[in-house]
């Protein structure tokens, strides 16, 4: 097992180095097309950082473990909100932008919501695919249009900013150095928790979760250390919604996978309420300081104690 171990250092190494490239090059990039950060975060950044549950799952569905598929989804939104969030609140206050509490805050319950509904005949199907993903296109639809930044438009380009190819550069290292990190992480966890006897819808809501959800973690993490709240509350918010929506859409489309019914009476409704939760506290505060932050860590914890005594 020490081999494996060192492969998950090695992993999370990757993850970090990725998240630096891809948060600076997304910034500056932001910065010169007078695109608002958190229409990256949302955007180019969520979706990069969701590309390892887009693996995770669809590989996990075609080999028939619907219970790590689907559990790794659950699981990510819930460790995004709850650990994710809550670590960047704890390192340096989020600020939560106008535009976030009035539009993708709701929509990222709303999605929720329309998920768990569909689980309900405890399946995801061709059909069910069709309306994530459909509501996928509606969101970017709404956030592209969102795109430009008023206070940047009227400025002159920023000279600081790196060149557009060194950006492009960055973005696309950064996204493979993550997807690659990711892979050794979830690789050797999923090696070592099968090793003390894990069973496999846990390892699917927790270790596989956590493992996929490092991306999104190490990117908002180191956002919010370099004060990039936007970019830090949007990939939060944005891989919420491209993980149920993209992931769950192409898998219900590419290969129909049963729901374990036990998912349906806490794990979603979980994710549902810790959205909620997200959504109050910022409509309240238009911030997550330390202490919601510490809030949001102890839920993670409540969530896989229960998910581990069920």
């Not at 790590?68 to 809550?86: R, T, W």
Request: aromatic content about 12%; hydrophobic content about 55%; glycine content about 8%.
């Amino acid at each position: 097992m020490t081999i494996e171990i060192i492969i998950l250092l090695l992993g999370l190494i990757l993850l970090y180095i990725g998240s630096e490239f891809l948060v600076n090059g997304s910034t500056s990039t932001a910065l010169m097309f007078s695109v608002k950060p958190v229409i990256i975060g949302l955007t180019i950044v969520s979706f990069a950082t969701s590309a390892p549950e887009l693996l995770v799952s669809f590989v996990a569905a075609l080999k028939g473990s619907g219970d790590i598929s689907v559990g790794n989804i659950l699981g990510s939104n819930v460790i995004n909100i709850a650990l994710v969030l809550g670590i960047s609140a704890m390192i340096r206050k989020v600020d939560i932008k106008k535009q976030i509490i009035n539009f993708e805050l709701p929509f990222m319950i709303f999605i929720s919501i329309l998920f768990w509904i569909l689980c309900l005949d405890c399946e995801i199907g061709y059909f069910d695919g069709i309306v994530l993903l459909f509501f996928l296109f509606c969101f970017l639809f709404i956030s592209i249009k969102n795109a430009k930044d008023k206070d940047q438009k009227n400025k002159p380009p920023d000279k600081s900013s790196k060149k557009l190819y060194v950006n492009v550069f960055l973005v696309i290292a950064g996204i493979f150095a993550l997807a690659f990190g990711a892979n050794l992480v979830v690789k050797n966890a999923i090696i070592i928790a099968k090793a003390i006897g894990l069973s496999e819808i846990f390892i699917g809501i927790s270790i596989v979760a956590l493992g996929t959800s490092l991306p999104e973690l190490a990117t908002s993490a180191v956002a919010a250390a370099k004060g990039h709240s936007d970019i830090s509350v949007g990939n939060v918010v944005g891989s919420n919604v491209f993980n149920i929506c993209l992931v769950m859409g192409i898998v219900g489309i590419c290969n129909p996978t049963n729901i374990n019914k036990s998912l349906l009476y806490f794990e979603i409704p979980f994710m549902v309420f810790l959205s909620i939760i997200f959504y109050l506290v910022s409509l309240k505060y238009k911030k997550i300081n330390a202490l919601s932050g510490g809030a949001f860590i102890i839920f993670f914890l409540i969530y896989n104690i229960i998910s581990y005594n069920k």
